[in-house]
């Protein structure tokens, strides 16, 4: 797994719950680079964005001690010992620590990498992320040119980790790319079938609701656990699908594929998110 982060000139993170400045090209970096990915981050993180949305097109995993937590599309740990063990069946390609300071300090020996935005100013921060560069085992393998905006000089690096920890042997098979699950999807053009059948509505009502809605109310620790104990052979990808908490479009496609019905007729309609629908509603 790897690390991202913005710093300031003493490794400051944040104050008062934000962070401490915002450069776009730094935002867009963030932004491409975890696309797609599982996220790691801490309850104070999630509250710190815009009205505590989890980010869309990622799987975000939020560590809190608040037995039975949820927060909706979300995945919650309540551990370091069942986040471990969960990040374990995830390519390590697809993980990414995003802070703050606790979350980054727990995790950093078992980050490959930290992608690290040095900004050169002092932000008075109350948050800190380790010195790196006073950690014998890190060292720079990249730095970009120096950047500025507002005033502000500014560059990305590339911090490599000499003695990683390994998270542990996971008999779970890796994810895949979930950022398809996760976008934030409004519409979907559905070839119906004019059917008064009761258990295709119903079918189509979980899926719809989990294709617009990834997650739900989100998924608790306890859940978390639980599919760490009684699915050690499925993937956590398959495991959402299965429990129609996640659905791609091919699902939502094949169902209607499945009660074609012919002689009933079809016809074309576009079903949108918060829209209830005679189909599903
Ligand atoms: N510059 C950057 O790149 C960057 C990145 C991220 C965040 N930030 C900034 O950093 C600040 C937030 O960081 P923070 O260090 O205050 O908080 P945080 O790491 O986001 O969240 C801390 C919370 O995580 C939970 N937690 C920590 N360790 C845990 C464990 N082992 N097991 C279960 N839960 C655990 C606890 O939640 P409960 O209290 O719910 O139990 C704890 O209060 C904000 O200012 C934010 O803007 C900056």
């Excluded at 995945?75 to 374990?88: H, I, K, T």
Aim: charged share 25%; net charge negative; aromatic share 10%.
């Amino acid at each position: 797994m790897r690390m991202i982060a913005a710093v300031d000139e003493n490794w400051g993170l944040g104050k008062n719950g934000d962070l401490l400045t915002s450069i776009p090209e730094d935002m867009r970096f963030f932004r491409q680079t975890t696309q797609g990915k599982a996220l790691v981050m801490g309850s104070k993180t999630l509250r710190s964005f815009p009205n505590a949305k989890p980010l869309p097109g990622r799987l975000n995993i939020v560590m809190t001690r608040q037995k039975d937590a949820r927060f909706p599309g979300c995945v919650v740990c309540d551990g370091m010992d069942s986040l471990l063990a969960f990040l374990a069946g995830f390519a390590p390609d697809d993980v990414m620590v995003i802070g703050g300071g606790g979350i980054y300090t727990q995790l950093l020996p078992y980050c490959t990498e930290a992608l690290i935005t040095k900004m050169r100013f002092n932000g008075e921060a109350d948050t800190f992320l380790p010195d790196l560069d006073s950690l014998p085992e890190w060292s720079v393998a990249e730095e970009s040119e120096q950047k500025e905006h507002d005033g502000i000089k500014f560059s990305f690096l590339t911090y490599k980790n000499s003695a990683v920890k390994p998270l542990g042997y996971s008999a779970a098979p890796l994810s895949t790319d979930m950022s398809s699950y996760f976008k934030n999807n409004k519409t979907i053009e559905l070839e119906c079938f004019d059917t008064e059948n009761q258990a295709y509505k119903a079918e189509l009502k979980a899926l719809l609701n989990a294709f617009f809605y990834p997650l739900g109310n989100g998924v608790s620790a306890n859940e978390v656990k639980a599919f760490l104990e009684n699915e050690p052979a499925v993937s956590f990808e398959s495991y959402l699908r299965k429990k129609r908490l996640i659905a791609a479009r091919a699902d939502i496609e094949a169902l209607a594929e499945k009660y074609a019905n012919d002689s009933a007729g079809s016809r074309r309609v576009t079903l949108e998110k918060g829209q209830p629908n005679e189909l599903y509603s």
